[in-house]
Structures are given as structure tokens and as C-alpha cells.
């Protein structure tokens, strides 16, 4: 294992075991054996050790993600994804707390990959005519109340004691984004269903039908037929 790699794995488990969600660089330095100034050198400072370790611990998350085979239903598979995601932030809420942390300055690299797990998902759905919404709106509310959720239950417990909260908030994220086709559905629903449907699959006419130019004033007329969530 080289230094680097040393100290973010002396990190990770420091702050694992923190009871206030905290780790010291020298106590990091001296776990790893290796001498403050080479944290320093290799990190800049601490905030940029503590976006290293958050990487790591969520890469071993987003690592299964990746990993995991698609099943049949996107449906199934954005339910399982909100359900690990708040099961993560359980079992890690240190290292949970500190990605969401405008503590750390930069964003670390592993919420936009959280983010774009999601919305592949999402494309899916939405390529079946399934959203009420474009992906990428579906996706910021979805991963949201995500968050807020998992924060509320690791660092309000007292408050918010019922595990069954993630799995009722869920299923209200879900039945806001996505259209059910056993239920009646409105003019207006089937429309922008419609809409969100061909702008997600407009990437993947081959060869492409339209001109630059004609892309564009079609893309301008779908969002405005898929209504005011498109642009969020």
C-alpha cells in the first residue's frame, strides 16, 4: 500500500470510530506512521484528506452500484437505490455526514457519481414514458429527499426514531415523479410524459434525423410541452 493510500485508509477508520464525526491530522499521521508534513504535501490540507477518505468510503458504496446488474424494472431498481443509499448513510454516518459538509469546500467526486447512477436510472424510466418530469429534475428531487432523510434519522434519532420514515418519504418522492399506467392519468400528465419520454431518447436516433439547428428548436418546443418542472 503506498503513503497516500495509508493515510486514507488510517483516516476512514479514524473517523469511523469518532464520536463527534472528527479526526486530527496528526492522529491520522501517526496511525499511518508517516510524518505530518506528507500528509500535507500529499493532501494540501486537512479538508483535502477528509474529501479523499469521503471518495474512498463512498467508492466502496458506489462500487456495488456500479456493479450491480440491471433488473428488468427501473422501477425496482430506484427503490433499491434510495433503500442502500439511506442503509449506507446508517452505517457510515460520519463519513455520510461530511459529504453533504460545506465544511469541506470543494464537492467531493463522489456526489456527482451518486448523481449519475440516479440518473441513469431515471432515463430509463423515462424512455418508457414512465416521469412526469425530465430525469435530470427527477433526479435532484429524488436524491434531496434522499439526503434529507438519511441526515434527519443519523443525526436526529431522538426525533426521528422510525426506521420506516426513508420508506414513507420514498414512496411520496416516487408517486411526485412518476406516472402510474394503472391509474387514470390527465391530458396534461400523458403529454408531458410524452415529451419527457422523446427528449430522453433524442441522443439516440441514429442516424439523426434533424439539423443542429432543428434539434435545438425541437428540444426548446419539448421542454415547453413537458411543463415547468423540465428545467428546475
Not at 500500500?1 to 464520536?19: F, G, K, V, Y
Not at 491520522?28 to 504535501?41: C, D, F, I
Not at 411526485?176 to 399506467?181: F, G, H, N, Q, V
Amino acid at each position: 500500500m503506498d503513503t497516500r493510500s495509508a493515510l486514507i485508509e488510517a483516516a476512514a477508520e479514524l473517523l469511523a470510530h469518532s464520536p463527534n464525526g472528527d479526526v486530527s491530522t496528526r492522529a491520522v499521521s501517526e496511525a499511518a506512521g508517516v510524518q505530518q508534513p506528507v500528509l500535507y504535501r500529499l493532501f494540501g490540507d486537512k479538508n483535502g484528506l477528509l474529501r479523499a477518505t469521503v471518495d474512498h468510503v463512498w467508492d466502496q458504496y458506489l462500487g456495488s452500484k456500479r456493479a450491480a446488474e440491471k433488473s428488468p424494472d427501473p422501477l425496482q431498481d430506484l427503490r433499491a437505490g434510495w433503500d442502500s443509499h439511506t442503509a449506507f448513510a446508517l452505517a457510515h454516518p460520519n463519513a455520510y455526514k461530511l459529504m453533504f459538509s460545506s465544511a469541506l469546500g470543494e464537492e467531493p467526486e463522489a456526489a456527482a457519481e451518486a448523481l449519475r447512477i440516479l440518473r441513469e436510472v431515471l432515463d430509463r424510466l423515462a424512455r418508457q414514458g414512465r416521469l412526469r418530469v425530465a430525469p435530470d429534475v427527477a433526479a435532484r428531487m429524488v436524491m434531496s429527499a434522499n439526503t434529507g432523510v438519511a441526515l434527519a434519522l443519523i443525526t436526529r434519532p431522538a426525533l426521528y426514531p422510525d426506521m420506516g420514515l426513508s420508506v414513507m418519504v420514498r414512496d411520496a418522492i416516487h408517486a411526485a415523479i412518476l406516472l402510474d399506467p394503472a391509474a387514470d392519468t390527465t391530458a396534461n400528465d400523458a403529454r408531458q410524459a410524452a415529451a419527457t419520454t422523446l427528449l430522453s431518447s433524442m441522443d439516440e436516433f441514429t442516424p439523426q434525423p434533424f439539423t443542429p439547428a432543428e434539434s435545438a428548436l425541437l428540444t426548446q418546443w419539448l421542454d415547453q410541452l413537458a411543463g415547468p418542472g423540465r428545467k428546475g
